[in-house]
């Protein structure tokens, strides 16, 4: 029953597009990552590289797995499968092989670049294995719960948000605020309610790869105690991996029923009223906003509101509340870093184009035969874009925004380091927007531009901190927005931004003087081939 589907993964142009793009990037990603990593003194310069691959991770998960298990059951041409002898959780279970293989397949051929670190003494063999696996584990949790995510129904969508809330608040006042302070918070309760809560606390803290890899590069780590995390950690990932895939399966067929065949309810007096004269627009970010991910603007917003406080407070933060968990922060690039990461994560939606993007060529066919016999034009198709972009990225920006006032406010920062930052920021959200719109215009999968543009860039930004080559770091997007709160604006940053302006406003008009004949061209190209995805 496999063969079909593997044969179809192997020899559909698209996912073999896609499987290529993924795995030269990704050896360039570990590139970039060895050379970092070589010769590497710094404890915690090795905990971020560590960290990196399991973020890499997943990605190359949500990519490979995810994107297309979330994508198959908006086709209606699946429901002639799932009435067919193969049973509807044999789908899944068959969809989902193809891309763990292909996932796996992917970090094979990064053994070599990372094998090297062996030779050069910088790595031995139990750090290449654990290093592997555990990254690799935890990118195929990500891409098993985006897809169960994706499954559920709005009501129990609508229950995990809760849950997820609480846990998010739980962890910023014990993770964030009590931090190592913890026992002095636990002193006023009973040992049998202080003792097991601490001891919760703990395992969730060490138990996940996060921290697992920040143990085992520790210079006098216990071997046999990290090992034994490992373990442990590794179990957890197969044992998530586990219950994903079961749950996964056995809602494949509901979650395809909901899609098709949901009563519609009588809502569209009061969505007349929002469309406007932009239905393009209106379309895109109600289409964005299915799977908004508010947990994590939850989650980065929460903490860049408590990181604020801190800077803000500096020597006057409260005894009785924890810094180590800042103090981590301030040694791994500070208030800088996170607001880079903010603007980073605020320009993933505009680099994806989440809102125009269809899964399928077919798909795309069938959208495109409608819109273009429609009066909308290339500017119509670019404030959609836009506006679904910018409203699915926003909190992230908020965040930003908040660290931004908490550094002038503080004193870290000048009026002119802010400023500067800020309109970095912008040239680099326009600038991944605009590359985003041209790829979408012109039929280039986003799947192969957005991982350059949200992880290439800043690993050569990283690369270029990390060997002293602060020209190569600003003539990057996110290292423009990084250089700018780290000292005095030397005269050559502004060579960075000013590239970004000129490429921004090139390709913009460009873009949007092709778009239309693009489009087009591309439909007459594709529509009516024989496509496998």
């Excluded at 891409?143 to 169960?148: M, Q």
């Excluded at 918070?185 to 920040?214: C, K, Q, T, Y």
């Excluded at 065949?261 to 209106?282: H, V």
């Excluded at 508010?294 to 860049?304: E, H, K, T």
Aim: hydrophobic share 55%.
């Amino acid at each position: 029953m496999l063969e079909p589907f593997f044969r179809a993964a192997m020899i559909a142009p698209s996912r073999q597009t896609a499987f290529r793009q993924c795995v030269v990037l990704h050896l360039l990603f570990l590139g970039l990552l060895a050379a970092a990593w070589h010769g590497s003194e710094s404890m915690q310069a090795r905990v971020w590289g560590a960290y990196m691959l399991v973020g890499g991770a997943i990605v190359e998960g949500a990519v490979l797995i995810g994107w297309r298990l979330v994508q198959m059951p908006k086709n209606q041409s699946l429901e002639f499968l799932l009435s067919s002898p193969v049973q509807p959780h044999r789908v899944f279970v068959a969809e989902a092989l193809v891309g763990i293989s292909r996932m796996v397949y992917v970090h094979l051929t990064g053994l070599p670049i990372l094998g090297l670190l062996l030779f050069t003494g910088d790595m031995e063999v139990i750090d290449l294995l654990v290093l592997t696996v555990v990254p690799l584990t935890y990118g195929i949790v990500a891409g098993l719960a985006l897809t169960v995510w994706a499954y559920v129904n709005t009501t129990v969508r609508k229950i995990g948000q809760i849950f997820s809330g609480l846990g998010i608040l739980v962890y910023l006042v014990v993770g964030v605020m009590a931090g190592e302070r913890i026992g002095f918070w636990l002193g006023s309760l009973p040992e049998e309610i202080a003792s097991p809560f601490m001891a919760v606390f703990r395992s969730l803290h060490d138990l996940n790869p996060f921290g697992l890899f920040n143990y085992w590069m520790y210079p006098f780590r216990v071997g046999w105690v990290a090992i034994e995390r490992a373990i442990v950690v590794e179990c957890i990932g197969l044992l998530a991996v586990a219950l994903l895939f079961l749950r996964g399966t056995y809602r494949l067929k509901g979650h395809f029923h909901d899609l098709h065949y949901k009563p519609m309810t009588d809502t569209r007096a009061a969505q007349t009223e929002k469309i406007g004269n932009r239905p393009l627009s209106w379309w895109a970010v109600r289409r964005v906003m299915v799977y908004s991910g508010r947990v994590n603007i939850w989650l980065a917003g929460g903490f860049g509101i408590v990181y604020s406080a801190y800077i803000v407070a500096g020597d006057h933060w409260p005894a009785w509340m924890g810094v180590m968990v800042f103090q981590i922060f301030e040694r791994m690039g500070g208030a800088p870093a996170l607001i880079t990461g903010m603007v980073l994560l605020a320009a993933v939606p505009a680099a994806f184009q989440y809102g125009l993007w269809d899964a399928s060529k077919q798909d795309r066919c069938r959208r495109l035969e409608l819109l273009l016999l429609t009066r909308l034009d290339s500017r119509d198709y670019w404030h959609a874009a836009i506006t679904a972009a910018w409203v699915r990225g926003r909190g992230y920006f908020v965040t930003a925004s908040i660290l931004w006032i908490a550094l002038l406010i503080s004193g870290r920062a000048t009026g002119e380091m802010v400023f500067a930052s800020i309109a970095a920021s912008m040239l680099l959200w326009s600038l991944t927007f605009v590359l985003g719109f041209r790829a979408f215009s012109g039929g280039v999968q986003a799947n192969s531009l957005g991982p350059l543009l949200t992880l290439g860039l800043p690993a050569i930004a990283f690369l270029g901190l990390k060997f002293d080559l602060v020209w190569l770091t600003a003539m990057t997007p996110p290292g423009a927005v990084y250089l700018a709160l780290t000292g005095p604006i030397a005269a050559t940053w502004y060579i960075g931004p000013l590239l970004m302006a000129l490429l921004t406003l090139w390709i913009g008009r460009k873009s949007l003087g092709l778009c239309d004949d693009e489009l087009r061209t591309w439909m007459d190209r594709n529509y009516g081939s024989r496509m496998l995805d």
